[in-house]
């Protein structure tokens, strides 16, 4: 097999276990919506909306050092910014994916997100809402093909950012993207790069958008 060959596998086995260590355990719930700030939207309790932050993006955020929130009683208007995630260098705005009222902030969230060794899987909730809209008919929220393809692009994104990477790199620092045992680092900052990792959070929030 030629050499060019074996190097183009073991680039793209590099980027897939990289990529099924991000998303494992990630669920993609069709019954909620999913807002471009990378919130999901749960309106499945009357009068109540529970809100949280997507998995797969947890994940490539990690190490996170803190999420601001607003507390309970704040009146969150759509889509102004209603916290930030903070990791290193990067303040990533968290904005509204609705308007309403925080009846509470879940306390255990960012205990369980900074936990060492543990990543959050994007099912526990972060704040619940009473809602000043319906949130059914709220104008930017993907469902159903919309969420699928939503996710698809973003996972998309940062495959094509992990093999611009590796294709960089020379090949005996591939290793130095492994943690022990040959697993993926899960540190996208430390595979893409400081300027890459900056660039790819960016597009992904949105943060500089024209």
């Known amino acids: 097999m ?8 073991a680039l793209e086995h590099q ?25 999901w939207v749960d309106s499945s ?36 910014p209603c916290g930030w995630i903070l990791r290193g260098r990067v ?15 879940n306390p255990r969230y960012l205990a369980g997100v900074k936990a060492p060794g543990t990543f959050a899987d994007g099912d526990e909730w972060l704040l619940r809402v009473t809602p000043h809209e319906n949130p059914e008919t709220v104008p930017g929220l993907y469902r159903g093909a919309e969420a699928l393809a939503w ?9 094509r950012s992990l093999r611009e990477a590796l ?3 020379a090949a005996d620092s591939v290793g130095a993207t492994l943690a022990d045992g040959g ?8 595979v893409l790069g ?13 943060i500089h958008s024209s």
């Open 151 to 159: 996710h698809l692009k973003n996972i998309q994104l940062l495959q």
């Open 45 to 80: 309790q009357a009068h109540q909306v529970t809100l949280g932050i997507e998995g797969h993006v947890l994940r490539a955020l990690q190490p996170v050092d803190d999420i601001v929130t607003p507390r309970g009683g704040v009146w969150l208007r759509r889509p102004d």
């Open 194 to 206: 400081r300027a890459r990792f900056e660039a790819v959070v960016d597009r992904m929030f949105r």
């Open 183 to 190: 697993e993926p680092t899960l540190n996208l900052e430390a």
């Open 2 to 9: 030629p050499v060019a060959t074996v190097a183009h596998a």
């Open 167 to 169: 294709e960089q790199q």
């Open 91 to 105: 303040s990533v705005p968290l904005h509204a994916p609705l308007s309403g009222e925080v009846e509470q902030v």
């Open 15 to 39: 980027v897939n276990a990289y990529l099924a260590r991000l998303v494992a355990g990630c669920t993609l719930h069709l019954d909620r919506a999913y807002s471009p700030g990378h919130w």
